[in-house]
């Protein structure tokens, strides 16, 4: 594919410097973009800049993942309207460490001519003392220069520490090492990247007389203007064990209608051949194109088997006919999941351990029933099931051979009434 040609269609070509398309034509060239660990995984909002990277490489060019080893220590003022709270050094190495495993999953760093390849930019600083920084970085750009950019001027009223103000020349150093180690000719970036990213061509150009280029995407944002990769209960994780795949899932497939073109732009690797046709096919079904979205971006974060398992938890939280099986096929994580999305209450292991009665279960241990008449009359009426088995007396008792994975009970009081006990 043509790297920018298909940048333009799905909407992701924000700004760039002139002469990159015709550097790009000419065979395989590197390009990078830089990610400071300054959280525990990568996010969805981190997924915009990957599949720039990803469709880098599906372009035949070489893509450098710049792990912010050190400007992660410094803070980047970009986008934000007060200082950063700084992180130890412990744990941005833990961080950087985690999502340097993450990125494997979604870039071919073997295998092919092409590979993609990780670099910590704390190997361009750990040598270098205050005063050659000074000399040899900080004399590149004019304190004009640097003040002009956006990231500063939006920061100067509000106050802006010489920490952060410095970040611009370090991000700009970053850019001129990798283009004399590695033969990179392009950094990427979003929008609010531009500012650092041209401060390091104007590197490339005074300190090794070079030439190098620019490339940013437009700041996703959602049809209501709030900021993409969030939802309402805060950040949409790449790491399953900070968001679930099945609310990774949820997230996709409940977004608004209008935001499913451009979302499916952004993250699909459908051609544009497949996405317009399945958008003139599915014209009158918004919901199953977001549901595709979802499901191949599932797939590819987690995978196939934790898909699979997204619907059966679904299943089991929206069919009224979900069967018993359905329940005994999901898992632990899966079980958590369920606690998560429906009413649940804790209760001590040491209640079933000589069996619980199951009205005690409902009016007592558990809120599911406001009185031990309403547990009887429900049962009476039929109403109650303790995984997915229905409750025939009012004399039953549970105890330690109900639990699901040694941990979990679910308990129905009709149809719609579902509540996940844990103990």
């Known amino acids: 594919m043509d790297f920018l040609e298909e940048l333009k269609w799905r909407g992701m070509l924000h700004d760039s410097t002139p002469g990159v398309e015709q550097a790009l034509s000419k065979g395989m060239k590197t390009g990078y973009i830089g990610f400071d660990p300054t959280a525990p995984s990568l996010t969805i909002g981190n997924y915009v800049q990957i599949m720039l990277l990803r469709l880098f490489q599906l372009s035949g060019h070489k893509p450098i993942v710049l792990m912010g080893g050190a400007t992660g220590r410094i803070g980047d003022p970009s986008g934000k309207d007060k200082e950063r709270e700084l992180k130890s050094f412990d744990v941005l190495d833990s961080n950087l460490s985690f999502q340097a495993e993450q990125f494997?999953?979604?870039?071919?760093f073997e295998g092919v001519p092409n590979n993609a390849q990780m670099v910590n930019n704390l190997d361009f600083y750990k040598n270098m003392n205050v005063l050659d920084f000074l000399r040899d970085v900080g004399k590149t750009l004019t304190v004009n220069y640097m003040s002009s950019k956006e990231s500063v001027k939006k920061r100067v009223e509000t106050g802006l520490s010489f920490t952060e103000f410095s970040y611009q020349l370090l991000q700009a150093y970053d850019f001129?090492?990798?283009?004399?180690?590695?033969?990179?000719i392009l950094q990427m970036g979003g929008s609010d990247q531009w500012g650092n990213i041209t401060s390091g061509t104007e590197f490339i150009r005074k300190n090794v007389s070079g030439k190098a280029f620019a490339l940013t995407t437009p700041?996703?944002?959602?049809?209501?203007?709030?900021?993409?990769g969030?939802?309402?209960?805060?950040?949409?994780?790449?790491?399953?064990?900070m968001t679930s795949p099945y609310k990774f899932y949820q997230f996709w497939i409940n977004a608004d209608d209008r935001d499913s073109p451009k979302f499916t732009r952004y993250f699909t690797l459908k051609s544009r051949a497949e996405v317009e046709?399945?958008?003139?096919?599915?014209?009158?079904?918004?919901?199953?194109?977001?549901?595709?979205?979802?499901?191949?971006?599932?797939?590819?974060?987690?995978s196939q088997a934790d898909y699979e398992a997204?619907?059966?938890?679904?299943?089991?939280l929206f069919n009224k006919k979900a069967s018993k099986e359905t329940l005994m096929e999901l898992d632990a994580n899966s079980l958590q999941t369920i606690a998560g999305e429906i009413t649940s209450f804790k209760i001590d292991?040491?209640?079933?351990?000589?069996?619980?009665?199951i009205v005690d279960l409902m009016a007592e241990s558990t809120q599911i029933v406001g009185s031990k008449g309403d547990a009887r009359r429900a049962i009476k009426g039929g109403a109650v099931a303790v995984n997915k088995d229905k409750i025939g007396s009012h004399e039953t008792v549970i105890d330690e051979s109900s639990l699901l994975h040694g941990k979990y009970i679910m308990v129905e009081n009709g149809k719609k009434n579902k509540f996940m006990l844990e103990v």
Not at 219 to 226: F, I, N, V
């Open 176 to 184: 001129q090492c990798l283009y004399t180690n590695n033969d990179v």
């Open 230 to 241: 969030k939802s309402e209960a805060g950040n949409i994780w790449l790491d399953p064990n």
């Open 310 to 316: 997204v619907l059966k938890v679904s299943e089991m």
């Open 219 to 228: 700041l996703l944002t959602k049809a209501d203007g709030s900021k993409f």
């Open 277 to 302: 046709q399945m958008e003139q096919d599915l014209a009158d079904n918004p919901r199953e194109i977001k549901r595709l979205l979802a499901e191949e971006l599932t797939v590819r974060v987690h």
């Open 104 to 108: 494997a999953k979604f870039l071919d």
């Open 349 to 357: 292991k040491s209640l079933l351990s000589n069996g619980l009665n």
